[in-house]
């Protein structure tokens, strides 16, 4: 995988030696976003969303709704999503570079009577697609791959999701169990669903709960197999709750600079597993602290870690950037899936770390970063970070460079994926405006 953002014109420097400090509120979750607009897809019943997330992949859901006839109302703090009496019988979508519209999509058209195409951004047509769709078909479902088999472009003759028993193997994505198992509360029969190997296993949990709070019956009959009975699911006015993963960022830049922020807007109970990522960096030595409605993180002296992040797999990245400012290695494995995410993120980070000047090794399944500048300055020579075209990739760059002197962060415009306000609020910490040129 190569970057293409390197040539961008466009950067943004980032200030060194400045404490990261203040209060956010944190943006809404991505993936409760998602799966609430999937909620109302296969309820096909009105669902209003409070707080949702406005980025680039969920103007790609509401864009894709909009294609199947639903009235979508966009007001300040609600977008009302209403379905149409019967969905079209033809239709094209484009998932722009959102896997998880692409693979919750595909899965959610097969229960609707109607013959449709999905295709994305040339990145989204590297990520695979292959073990949801073997399991579509096995329950029933006719879908045809335009190009590369087990990649998008697609068309699925929807309406024939007929139920029955499954296997897929969601070892390179968890979003294909979710996809499953969102679609099958419309099938024609109950369906049984094994799963022999599963990644990021914290999104299908929260898939199940947003599922069982809206009436979804669905057992879990070992570790690795579900029962779904299909049903009607409630819609109605539904919250998004705050976004653990964007809230990894502000809070590594406090644990970083040594300064103190305190986040609103995050469940403490909330099943998104990127939560756990406070509990690696108080391991690390930031302190955390909860109180009502908030969490506030506190920069230490950080030690580093060694750490199993298959669970959090995003926030490998987060975990890399703070590496080289922590004593002694750190190394975050159990993550090979990173490999297809927007870009191959083991790899771009790796090589922007080295960029940088930090010392750090790609592993098969993570990676691993000596703590060089733990005892000693960083360099200070000016230095152009690509970000790959991944949000993720700008957004813990941008951390090293709270440290790291010199740092210019190339195409930032990618945060808006996720995380829109991402240079205004690091700003905001900063107590200084991040400026492009």
Request: hydrophobic fraction near 45%; proline fraction near 8%; charged fraction near 20%.
């Amino acid at each position: 995988m190569t970057d293409s953002s390197s040539t961008s014109p466009e950067t943004i420097a980032i200030p060194a030696g400045l404490p990261a400090a203040g209060e956010l509120v944190v943006p809404p979750s991505k993936s409760v976003t998602n799966r609430l607009c999937n909620l109302a897809l296969v309820a096909w019943r009105p669902v209003t969303l409070v707080r949702p997330l406005r980025a680039d992949d969920t103007a790609h859901f509401f864009a894709a709704l909009r294609r199947l006839g639903f009235r979508v109302e966009e007001g300040p703090e609600e977008v009302a999503l209403a379905p149409p009496p019967a969905p079209p019988a033809r239709a094209r979508f484009d998932c722009g570079e959102s896997g998880t519209l692409l693979r919750l999509l595909i899965a959610a058209l097969a229960t609707l009577e109607g013959v449709y195409e999905v295709d994305g951004a040339p990145r989204l047509r590297e990520r695979p697609v292959g073990p949801l769709v073997a399991a579509l078909a096995a329950l029933g479902v006719r879908i045809d791959y335009l190009g590369t088999p087990g990649y998008p472009p697609l068309r699925i003759a929807g309406g024939t999701l007929a139920g029955g028993r499954v296997s897929v193997d969601a070892g390179s994505s968890s979003q294909f169990l979710s996809a499953l198992l969102m679609a099958a509360t419309r099938a024609a029969a109950p369906v049984e669903i094994e799963v022999p190997a599963l990644v990021s296993g914290p999104y299908v949990e929260l898939t199940l709960d947003l599922l069982a709070r809206q009436g979804g019956r669905i057992e879990r009959l070992a570790a690795d197999r579900y029962a779904v009975t299909p049903g009607p699911l409630a819609g109605g006015r539904l919250e998004v709750e705050g976004d653990y993963s964007a809230a990894a960022y502000p809070a590594a830049a406090a644990a970083l600079t040594g300064g103190r922020v305190r986040l609103h807007g995050l469940r403490r109970d909330s099943r998104q597993g990127d939560r756990e990522l406070l509990d690696l960096l108080a391991r690390m030595g930031a302190g955390v602290r909860w109180g009502e409605g908030w969490v506030e993180v506190s920069g230490g002296e950080l030690r580093g870690l060694a750490a199993d992040a298959g669970r959090i797999p995003d926030q490998v990245p987060t975990l890399a950037a703070l590496a080289p400012f922590c004593s002694g290695e750190s190394r975050f494995t159990g993550a090979a899936h990173l490999r297809l995410k927007e870009s191959d993120r083991i790899a771009a980070m790796a090589s922007e770390l080295r960029r940088a000047g930090a010392e750090a090794t790609e592993l098969p399944d993570g990676i691993a970063v000596a703590g060089r500048w733990a005892a000693s300055a960083p360099p200070e020579s000016p230095v152009e970070i690509a970000t790959w075209g991944d949000h993720r990739i700008a957004m813990a760059m941008a951390l090293v460079g709270l440290r790291r002197p010199g740092l210019r962060i190339a195409n930032p415009g990618v945060v808006a994926k996720s995380y829109p306000g991402f240079w205004d609020d690091l700003g905001r910490l900063l107590g200084r405006p991040l400026r492009g040129r």
